[in-house]
């Protein structure tokens, strides 16, 4: 192995080393084991290996009751596994996709439990109906948002005529396709073309104004750049009557009056050219 692999491969050890939490004599004597867990299990979370720790507390000849963790992280992952028709009713109420409950799955599986949904869908089923409302669905809609997934999966009518509702109104706007283009935002998914042609043709027509926009940009920023550089190392400046002022006693070496009068003329074109692309620029983020 050569040295520099060695090295990074100490530095890299040293930095795995560096974010191990070490505990502490005072944590050793008044961590409470059983509530931390029940915190991990309520969490998800996999048992914590105590190897570490126990090394830790074995300085201060002190032990580690891991036997109160045990019994706190299966009271916590019992509950995590059994989640609450509360639990259910808020999940509902946000709009949140059963997928994301049934993603517990795993880590009970891993500790040998299976995920009970019996009280969580009770309270589920009716958080999600007053969720999915006409109001919410016409809300949803002309945010630009996606239709929820969740409304769907129960089949709840109400929100879907609203989402349908929501689109007309939003996809009927063609100010606000062209800005959307314009602004570079992806095209809005309820906006089903064959449903609204002319906001598809606005939206286009925003991004060809995002693309000459852009395009301008480039220019412009290709000569500031130039400018930017004859300024820093010729002194340049120009006079308000559009003359190049300079200081003669800043010749960069090997610089005849010649060369600097054609520099001058360099720099005073580039000039010309960024105040007309700067205009320019002006009239194309105006464009509608």
Not at 126 to 141: E, M, P, R, S
Not at 239 to 246: D, E, F, H, I, K
Request: hydrophobic letters at 35%; proline letters at 2%; a neutral charge.
């Amino acid at each position: 192995m050569s040295i520099v692999r060695i090295v990074i491969a100490f530095f890299a050890l040293l930095s795995l080393t560096a974010c191990v939490h070490h505990l502490s004599e005072s944590e050793c004597l008044h961590t409470n084991w059983q509530t931390v867990g029940e915190q991990d299990g309520t969490q998800g979370k996999p048992k914590k290996d105590f190897s570490g720790y126990i090394a830790d507390c074995a300085k201060y000849n002190l032990t580690i009751n891991t036997q109160s963790y045990n019994q706190g992280y299966a009271q916590g992952i019992k509950e995590y596994c059994t989640p609450t028709q509360a639990l259910g009713l808020q999940a509902g109420q946000g709009g949140a996709p059963v997928a994301e409950i049934q993603a517990r799955e795993t880590a009970c599986a891993a500790v040998h439990l299976s995920l009970s949904l019996k009280d969580f869908d009770i309270g589920y089923n009716k958080g999600i109906t007053q969720y999915c409302t006409k109001a919410q669905g016409q809300q949803d809609a002309i945010a630009g948002k996606i239709a929820s997934l969740a409304c769907a999966t129960k089949h709840i009518t109400a929100y879907t005529d609203g989402y349908n509702a929501g689109a007309a109104q939003a996809c009927s706007n063609v100010s606000t396709a062209t800005e959307l283009g314009k602004a570079g935002n992806a095209y809005p998914n309820e906006c089903d073309v064959s449903k609204f042609p002319l906001f598809k043709k606005a939206y286009d027509h925003g991004v060809v104004l995002k693309q000459n926009i852009d395009n301008i940009q480039n220019q412009l920023d290709q000569v500031n750049s130039g400018v930017s550089n004859m300024e820093n190392q010729y002194h340049f400046t120009l006079s308000p009557n559009g003359g190049v002022n300079y200081d003669s006693g800043k010749y960069p070496s090997g610089e005849t009056t010649g060369s600097m009068l054609s520099l001058m003329a360099q720099y005073q074109d580039l000039r010309t050219q960024q105040t007309a692309l700067q205009n320019k620029l002006k009239v194309a983020q105006a464009a509608t």
